[in-house]
C-alpha cells in the first residue's frame, strides 16, 4: 500500500472525529485551547490503537466482531448526543468541561472503524508504523481543528448550536449504522 493511499484512508478515517470536533467545540466556554488539545490527543491516540489492535488481531478474529461493531458505534454516538440536546433546555449553565467518561466513549465510537481497516492491514503490504503515525497526525490535526470551528460556530448560536450538535451526533451514528446493513 502506497503512502497516497495511507493519506486517503486517514483523511477517511478522521471525518468522523473531526465531525464529533465541531460537535464538542459547540458547547465550550472556557479552557478551549486546552481542551481541544486533550480531545485531539484522545482522538488522534485511538485512531492509532485501534489499527493496532486490528492488525494484530486481524488473523484471529472472526467477523462477528466486524458484524456489530457500528451498533457499538451508533449507541454511543447517540447516547452523547441526547445528553447534548438535554442539557440545551435546561435553565442553568450547561456543564461544559471534558469528562473522562464522555472523552472514552467519543474516541472509542469514532476510532471503531479504524480497527476494521486495521484488520485489512494485516492481508496487505503495509508499513504499519507509517500507516498509523499518519492516521493519527491526521486525526489530532483534524480534530484540532475541529474543536475550534465548532467553538466559533458555538459562539455565535450558543443553544441552537448545542441542539444541531446533539443532532448531528445521533445522525453520525445513524450514517454508521446504515453503512453496513
Do not use: W
Not at 479552557?31 to 488473523?59: C, E
Not at 500507516?131 to 450558543?158: H, P, Q, W
Amino acid at each position: 500500500m502506497k503512502i497516497f493511499e495511507i493519506l486517503l484512508i486517514s483523511i477517511a478515517l478522521a471525518m468522523d472525529a473531526f465531525s464529533v470536533s465541531i460537535c464538542k467545540g459547540l458547547t465550550m466556554n472556557y479552557k478551549v485551547k486546552r481542551n481541544s488539545f486533550i480531545i485531539a490527543t484522545s482522538f488522534s491516540f485511538f485512531q492509532m490503537l485501534m489499527p493496532l489492535i486490528g492488525y494484530f488481531l486481524g488473523s484471529k478474529l472472526n467477523n462477528n466482531f466486524i458484524s456489530f461493531n457500528h451498533i457499538i458505534a451508533f449507541i454511543l454516538l447517540s447516547i452523547i448526543g441526547i445528553n447534548m440536546i438535554k442539557e440545551a433546555y435546561h435553565d442553568e449553565e450547561v456543564n461544559n468541561g471534558l469528562s473522562i467518561k464522555e472523552l472514552l466513549m467519543l474516541s472509542i465510537a469514532t476510532s471503531i472503524d479504524a480497527m476494521a481497516i486495521g484488520i485489512t492491514f494485516a492481508f496487505f503490504k503495509v508499513n504499519l508504523v507509517v500507516a498509523i503515525l499518519m492516521i493519527g497526525i491526521v486525526a489530532f490535526l483534524f480534530s484540532l481543528v475541529g474543536v475550534n470551528i465548532g467553538k466559533i460556530i458555538g459562539d455565535r448560536f450558543e443553544k441552537k448550536a448545542q441542539i444541531f450538535g446533539g443532532i448531528v451526533l445521533i445522525l453520525i451514528g445513524f450514517k454508521i449504522l446504515l453503512e453496513h446493513f
